[in-house]
């Protein structure tokens, strides 16, 4: 299976301030990458899918980039809506397989 | 729009069966797999499979063989996931999802409670 290495585990950020979350794939997985967001109780969000694609509702201040092996997503402009955990999941190879997460939260 | 919505909470002991559905609206049901997925408490996210709507074909991860069974009641748009002789660590939150390479669409999660 391929693994899925995020980092950081958490992170804290103020509001307005951009952040980024990597994701590294044990082996290349060509730009399949997605990213979610999941709040507490509730089921995961695309955001991000072929690794920099916006999903449809999503704000533009998330965005992800990468390739080959490594890939990233970052959140500008910071808001409290944007707590959570994050998630990047390969699409590239069965089984599909999700990173530890990382846990963003509002300083 | 498209919705998947899932059976409530379910509390079971050990060696117990649980059936938990997911229902799907908003689209065409056969026109897109159901995936299901499995987080335990504080945990990430762990694919068990998929089952192909229009022809019932059904794929399972190495780690959900045997005791877990997908299937489907295509007149409801319902998928449902089975897990027979449950143990301990079967204590989690189960998503019904649908998407190929990625999950767009979730349902809101079913909690299986584990406990004798």
């Known amino acids: 299976d391929i693994q899925m290495t995020q980092s950081p585990h958490s992170l804290s950020a103020s509001l307005g301030e951009t952040v980024s979350i990597e994701c590294l794939a044990s082996e290349g997985i060509s730009n399949y990458l997605a990213w979610y967001q999941q709040k507490p109780g509730k089921s995961p969000q695309l955001l991000i899918y072929?690794?920099?694609s916006l999903q449809d509702g999503v704000p533009s201040r998330f965005s992800g980039s990468g390739s080959g092996t490594q890939y990233s997503l970052k959140i500008s402009n910071m808001q409290p809506e944007d707590e959570g955990v994050y998630y990047c999941?390969?699409?590239?190879?069965?089984?599909?397989?999700f990173g530890a997460g990382t846990k963003l939260e509002l300083k | 729009q498209i919705q998947l919505v899932q059976s409530g909470p379910e509390v079971k002991k050990p060696g117990e069966s649980v059936k938990i559905s997911c229902k799907a609206s908003g689209y065409t049901f056969t026109q897109a797999g159901m995936q299901w997925l499995k987080q335990a408490q504080g945990k990430s996210l762990k694919w068990m499979g998929w089952?192909?709507?229009?022809?019932?074909?059904?794929t399972y991860a190495a780690d959900f063989t045997g005791r877990f069974v997908f299937s489907l009641e295509t007149s409801a748009s319902t998928a449902y996931l089975q897990i027979t002789n449950l143990k301990n660590e079967d204590m989690a939150t189960y998503f019904c999802a649908s998407g190929r390479d990625w999950f767009a669409y979730w349902g809101q999660g079913t909690l299986v409670t584990v406990s004798s």
């Open positions: 072929y690794a920099s």
């Open positions: 999941q390969q699409g590239y190879k069965y089984p599909p397989t």
């Open positions: 089952i192909n709507t229009n022809t019932g074909k059904t």
